[in-house]
């Protein structure tokens, strides 16, 4: 990252849309800017921790409500919200708390959502060869509920069923049903 020319581009860009950035409030507000968005899009490092699936369990594995926010690509406004994600595992099975760094990982970035939970099922695809995977990202996006249509409080959910998440319907029903989105 190049921060000090991404200073001057925020000094430049506030002060085409009006902002003093010479008053005592605003002075250090292209350099508060550029830092805000140097911390949204910079991940952690991040590396898949793996174990044998020395008992064999065959059923879903479930983290639910993984809290997370990215930038959206089309206006660099925030949008923040949970991820449940879920697999079935075959002969490998992951550290839990590496499916909230994936989250993590995946989303700080210029992103949306469609994508964001693509990349999710498709890394746990990759990297663990899982029976079936299960994503839902539920979110709220500021360019949505800030601004054009401006309709706080509403929610975007988006799903990825992978495996036997897409073609056995009683897995499926499990992980809508674990997720709080099934029937009730």
Do not use: W
């Not at 959206?72 to 909230?100: N, R, W």
């Not at 939970?117 to 839902?136: D, K, M, N, R, S």
């Amino acid at each position: 990252m190049d921060l000090e020319s991404a200073r001057d581009a925020a000094t430049q860009l506030l002060k085409a849309l009006g902002v003093d950035t010479d008053a005592p409030g605003t002075v250090n507000t292209p350099t508060r800017m550029v830092a805000a968005y140097a911390e949204l899009l910079s991940p952690r490092p991040f590396t898949l921790t793996t174990f044998p699936n020395d008992t064999a369990y065959d059923r879903l594995v479930t983290v639910r409500a993984i809290p997370f926010h990215s930038l959206c690509e089309h206006h660099m406004l925030p949008f923040h919200g949970t991820a449940d994600v879920a697999y079935q595992p075959t002969d490998t099975i992951v550290g839990l708390s590496k499916l909230a760094r994936l989250v993590e990982h995946t989303a700080k970035r210029p992103q949306v959502q469609e994508r964001l939970t693509q990349q999710i099922a498709t890394y746990l695809v990759e990297q663990l060869a899982p029976t079936g995977v299960g994503v839902l990202v539920r979110a709220e996006h500021l360019c949505m509920t800030l601004r054009g249509a401006q309709t706080p409080g509403t929610e975007t959910i988006t799903t990825a069923l992978l495996g036997t998440l897409r073609s056995d319907t009683a897995l499926r029903d499990e992980f809508l049903h674990t997720t709080g989105t099934g029937q009730r």
